[in-house]
T-cell receptor
């Protein structure tokens, strides 16, 4: 059954701690994306990757880092430099890099700060 | 920078009636794509409908249709025969032809009255 999985569903971060959110897809999609959603807000782009071993900053990349070592995986690390990390994080993928390609979303990870 | 505006934070409609959600956008690009996504309480983002800017014909998907006014930079979503399962947040999104991520509006909360 093809799709996008994100884990964990809930994640708690202590002050000064780095945490990593997992995103895996078995759709054979080339492009993957990370978005952040705050209450009452739309989604904002953090990072995106159009191909393995390459990624680009989005609108709000400060305090985040990513890697793309495998086509199916695009983990997001929330570093201690991100001062307001509490949000809902959504991963997405699309078959190609062109604008016409539909982005499909995972179920999301809720990050809370202790 | 491209912006997407949804001026209706909340809309309410009686079951079986028709409702229209508004969206305007600002861009200087000629090649772009527009999308409506639905986010139910599960928070999974689901594509409802998409429109290519170069197409004059309005997109339709069963009970969902759009009114795309390119000169006015308007992209409204019409839901016919509203059903209880349509209750959700609806987000309008924009993407250029050159890839990178989606730009989202802040969303409209749609309530269906039984």
């Amino acid at each position: 059954d093809g799709g996008i999985t994100q884990s964990p569903k809930y994640l708690f971060r202590k002050e000064g701690q780095n945490v990593t959110l997992s995103c895996e897809q078995n759709l054979n999609h080339d492009a993957m994306y990370w978005y952040r959603q705050d209450p009452g807000q739309g989604l904002r782009l953090i990072y995106y990757s159009q191909i393995v071993n390459d990624f680009q900053k989005g609108d709000i990349a400060e305090g985040y880092s990513v890697s793309r070592e495998k086509k199916e995986s695009f983990p997001l690390t929330v570093t201690s430099a991100q001062k307001n990390p509490t949000a809902f994080y959504l991963c997405a993928s699309s078959i190609g890099r062109q604008g016409k390609e539909t982005q499909y979303f995972g179920p999301g990870t809720r990050l809370l700060v202790l | 920078a491209q912006t997407v505006t949804q001026s209706q934070p909340e809309m309410s409609v009686q079951e079986a009636e028709t409702v229209t959600l508004s969206c305007t956008y600002d861009t200087s690009e000629s090649d772009y794509y527009l999308f409506w996504y639905k986010q139910p309480p599960s928070r999974q983002m689901i594509l409802v409908i998409r429109q290519e800017a170069y197409k004059q014909q309005n997109a339709t998907e069963n009970r969902f249709s759009v009114n795309f006014q390119k000169a006015a930079k308007s992209f409204s979503l019409k839901i016919s025969d509203s059903q209880l399962g349509d209750a959700a947040m609806y987000f309008c999104a924009y993407r250029t032809g050159g890839a990178d991520g989606l730009t989202f509006g802040k969303g409209t909360h749609l309530i269906i009255q039984p």
